[in-house]
């Protein structure tokens, strides 16, 4: 069902295929979920559920501690490549799919879109940056993400995870040469760690 939903699309799919799929009856869509909005609302919820495990994996396998600012790289990686190969995020596809979102639907999105940006500034804030500059790093790794995601439209997805990943790179490094303190002695590290990868 997964792949329907966020390969082919949400708006794209027909009830009756989703129905065919599952080998259910209209009737037991609607007393479990209500509609399809309900529908799709569980299937995200299970894939936030997923995708955050992914995260969390990704940051506990982290070796330091500016590998752990960059884990949500490593975690789409691996999600991609051993989960659902969507087009997209999921999450952002039936944002743009549904103009008029229940309660439950929106609750979901939202809870995704807050995960991206706590968990971000969380991991940032251990850099001891100053606060203004630890604010702005956040963003600049959340649309670095978001771009990511965007780029898997366009190009394959390993491309695109790699391009944004080398790119959220850059901006660490940047916002490092630019801090003061012991935050300014993590450059050399994280400039060793890049050409290691290479």
């Given at each position: 069902?997964?792949?329907?939903?966020?390969?082919?699309?949400?708006?794209?799919?027909?009830?009756?295929?989703?129905?065919?799929?599952?080998?259910?009856?209209?009737?037991?869509?609607?007393?479990?979920?209500?509609?399809?909005?309900?529908?799709?609302?569980?299937?995200?919820?299970?894939?936030?559920?997923?995708?955050?495990?992914?995260?969390?994996?990704?940051?506990?396998?982290?070796?330091?501690?500016?590998?752990?600012?960059l884990s949500v790289w490593p975690a789409?990686?691996?999600?991609?490549?051993?989960?659902?190969?969507?087009?997209?995020?999921?999450?952002?596809?039936?944002?743009?799919?549904?103009?008029?979102?229940?309660?439950?639907?929106?609750?979901?999105?939202?809870?995704?879109?807050?995960?991206?940006?706590?968990?971000?500034?969380?991991?940032?804030?251990?850099?001891?940056?100053?606060?203004?500059?630890?604010?702005?790093?956040?963003?600049?790794?959340?649309?670095?993400?978001?771009?990511?995601?965007?780029?898997?439209?366009?190009?394959?997805?390993?491309?695109?995870?790699?391009?944004?990943?080398?790119t959220a790179r850059s901006l660490l490094?940047?916002?490092?040469?630019?801090?003061?303190?012991?935050?300014?002695?993590?450059?050399?590290?994280?400039?060793?760690?890049?050409?290691?990868?290479?």
């Open positions: 069902m997964d792949h329907l939903l966020f390969v082919e699309g949400v708006i794209a799919t027909p009830v009756d295929d989703i129905l065919k799929l599952a080998e259910a009856s209209p009737p037991s869509l609607y007393k479990h979920f209500g509609s399809k909005d309900g529908l799709i609302t569980a299937a995200l919820e299970r894939r936030l559920a997923v995708w955050t495990r992914y995260w969390d994996e990704a940051m506990e396998q982290a070796g330091t501690q500016l590998e752990r600012v789409l990686r691996a999600y991609q490549t051993t989960s659902l190969e969507e087009r997209w995020c999921a999450f952002s596809g039936t944002t743009a799919a549904i103009k008029d979102k229940s309660e439950e639907l929106t609750a979901v999105l939202e809870a995704e879109t807050r995960l991206l940006r706590t968990r971000t500034a969380a991991l940032v804030d251990e850099l001891g940056l100053a606060p203004r500059a630890s604010a702005r790093l956040t963003n600049e790794l959340v649309i670095a993400y978001l771009g990511t995601m965007a780029m898997m439209l366009r190009e394959p997805y390993l491309h695109a995870i790699d391009d944004g990943e080398a490094q940047a916002a490092l040469t630019r801090a003061d303190g012991p935050a300014r002695d993590l450059v050399d590290e994280l400039v060793a760690a890049g050409q290691a990868s290479r």
